[in-house]
């Protein structure tokens, strides 16, 4: 019973969540969720980036995708985050996505992202297709980076039915093994092994390619801190100029991944050429209150 005394306890203000808009892309099947952070910065630890992008109990990706402001000369900034939460230096495919984005959002057919490894022109082509400069692949045993000094065009490397890998770095780590048959090979039980071998300090993107013709080429990658996956633009831009270098590609060539073909070009003036498409797949809404900070 209250008493006459009782004043009833004042209810306390439902603070408004704060919602993330988010949107799910994908470049062949390799699928981002891209926020924007260019207006403020966004509650997005990694530990909390890793639980948005795990398939099961968050949204699932493959790389997280956040763009914030850029300093003149650029558009945009685009940091790439691992579904692991780690943070990675270059990403083909969501370049092409941030792109197409930003395209779409000034009205221009060309503009430049900047990321943490450098500036990357894109453009889009007739039929809807992005292009965009992946920049200059690196050699150097401490630009990979390798463990120690080697000739990156022949690694000291094997496991099982895999050796003799070429490296190189587009902006992140990445080995290349030829092999005659793909189909034959069990590369995703090799992929988690090298990626963390010894060799490479920051470990590696780990790429299985096989030569159809010297302007076709199939791969399959293992990508750092994501596993596999249906496609990976950087890994294949390594496949191209790692194969190239071994004389086994001309310059120009179709790289055929799980989900699907992208047109690669190593240009005499160093820089790699990637084109293909780039899709929606859905927006939402983040609470990154439901997720661990």
């Known amino acids: 019973m209250r008493g006459a005394g009782f004043r009833p306890r ?22 981002f969720v891209v926020v924007d952070g260019r207006h403020g910065a966004l509650p997005l630890s990694p530990a909390r980036i890793a639980a948005i992008a795990d398939r099961h109990r968050g949204i699932g990706c493959d790389q997280f995708i956040t763009l914030e402001p850029a300093a003149a000369g650029a558009d945009v900034f685009m940091r790439i985050h691992n579904p692991d939460g780690s943070e990675a230096g270059a990403c083909g495919n969501a370049t092409r996505c941030v ?4 395209m779409a959002e000034t009205g221009r057919d060309a503009v430049t992202v900047r990321t943490v490894s450098g500036e990357l022109p894109g453009e889009r082509l007739p039929g809807g297709r992005i292009r965009v400069d ?28 895999v050796a003799d890998p070429a490296a190189c770095s587009m902006g992140n780590p990445h080995a290349t093994f030829f092999v005659d048959d793909l ?6 039980a090799l992929g988690p092994q090298l990626e963390q071998h010894p060799l490479f300090p920051d470990r590696a993107n780990i790429g299985f390619a096989q030569v159809v013709a010297p302007d076709h ?24 100029v790692n194969a190239h270098r071994r004389g086994l590609a001309i310059r120009r060539a179709r790289v055929e991944l799980p989900g699907g073909v992208l047109e690669l ?29």
């Open 183 to 188: 189909d034959a090979l069990d590369w995703r």
């Open 134 to 161: 992946m920049g200059h692949p690196r050699f150097g045993w401490e630009d990979v980076p390798l463990a120690e000094a080697m000739d990156t065009a022949h690694l000291p490397l094997a496991l099982g039915p």
């Open 265 to 293: 070009e190593w240009r005499l003036d160093g820089a790699v050429l990637m084109t293909g498409p780039v899709a929606t797949a859905f927006l939402g809404q983040i609470d990154p209150d439901s997720f661990p900070a």
């Open 99 to 102: 792109a197409s984005l930003l």
């Open 217 to 240: 080429l199939r791969v399959a990658i293992w990508e750092r801190g994501a596993g596999p996956t249906l496609a990976c633009g950087s890994g294949a831009c390594a496949t191209l």
């Open 10 to 31: 004042p209810s306390l203000p439902i603070l408004p969540r704060v919602l993330i808009p988010f949107r799910k892309m994908h470049g062949l099947g390799n699928d």
